[in-house]
């Protein structure tokens, strides 16, 4: 199509330049006859080189489209591996920003103390025994306590435990308030520390239970909390899972929401009952319990009713526990 209106005015241009003004009619006709001869021989020609000149310049611009394209693609690869490279350093700076985070956790446990077992488990310390926390933080009011960093992942404070019967858990309420026993053995570590350490941070507790044929059981709950002493020590408890029953929700003695009760601090809510007098154990009374960790130890089987180690869900009012574990962390 382009070459269409090349030819054609060549064409012309020959032809006005060739053909006479003042001739015959035959003349005239021989002379068309001639004249087109010639010019078709000269369109010949003048096509031959017009589609010389064509494929030259086709050429040309397929060698510079070529040229074009290489150098696009070149540039695209560049980008491509620059983007590689961004993404790299900017991963590389995440983990660095990652490692410094943990060092700094690392470095404010440290100086600050560490507020519970489980900062202890993640700075390295993986053996149970008794460690020294700071639940306020700041490295003051040190609590000396029990970590179990063995049982389910490890990283449980420990707030109560029996095992022999060799320590007197019938006490009263300052006693309670402030903590007793040996951290190595049967303790309770004191409701001002639970409320110190569950008033930092959303904790779950851990239940474990061993009766005297060496069968276990365990109940978790996954948020506790104690309040403080103007508040008696009220306790919030929920979420439970685990094989020993739900003692401590149970809708028909609930010790969620309820006051802490000692034989000298009736703050139960039953009628005429004073719970924790009645059955030998400061707790968590409604009217009055399905779990009395804190009673009598009465090494298994008793005629008495519910004042031992009790855990009803699991083994009723009339079995007294061999060992008990009441340990605490951050859910």
Not at 5 to 12: R, Y
Not at 16 to 27: I, M
Not at 31 to 57: K, N
Request: with cysteine.
């Amino acid at each position: 199509m382009a070459l269409f209106p090349i030819v054609l005015f060549a064409l012309l241009r020959y032809s006005a330049a060739n053909v006479p003004t003042d001739l015959s009619s035959s003349e005239i006709d021989a002379g068309v006859s001639t004249g087109s001869c010639q010019a078709l021989e000269y369109l010949v020609v003048l096509t031959g080189h017009l589609q010389i000149d064509i494929e030259e310049l086709r050429n040309r611009t397929d060698a510079q489209f070529t040229v074009s394209i290489v150098a696009l693609e070149t540039t695209v690869q560049q980008l491509h591996a620059t983007v590689e490279d961004q993404i790299i350093i900017i991963q590389q700076q995440g983990t660095a920003i990652q490692q410094m985070q943990t060092l700094l956790g690392q470095m404010s446990g440290k100086l600050n103390g560490p507020r519970d077992c489980m900062e202890l488990l993640t700075t390295g310390h993986d053996t149970s025994g008794v460690y020294t926390i700071y639940p306020d933080g700041g490295g003051k009011s040190p609590v000396h306590v029990y970590c179990d960093m063995d049982t389910d992942g490890g990283g449980w404070t420990l707030f109560q435990k029996r095992q022999d019967g060799s320590v007197n858990f019938y006490r009263d309420w300052e006693d309670y308030k402030t903590g007793f026993g040996d951290l190595r053995g049967e303790f309770w570590l004191g409701n001002d520390h639970l409320h110190r350490l569950t008033a930092q941070d959303v904790y779950e507790l851990r239940v474990d239970l061993e009766d005297f044929e060496g069968n276990t059981a365990y109940a978790k709950y996954n948020i506790f909390r104690v309040e403080d002493e103007v508040h008696k020590y009220r306790l919030t408890v929920d979420g439970y899972s685990g094989t020993a029953g739900d003692a401590m929700t149970d809708p028909a003695r609930p010790h969620n929401g309820m006051y802490f009760s000692t034989r000298d601090r009736d703050n139960d809510i039953h009628g005429t009952d004073h719970c924790a007098e009645t059955f030998k154990g400061a707790w968590w009374h409604e009217r009055c319990h399905r779990a009395n960790l804190n009673g009598l130890y009465l090494s298994g089987p008793h005629q008495s009713f519910a004042d031992g180690v009790n855990w009803y869900p699991w083994k009723g009012y009339d079995y007294s526990l061999k060992t008990t574990e009441m340990k605490i962390r951050p859910n």
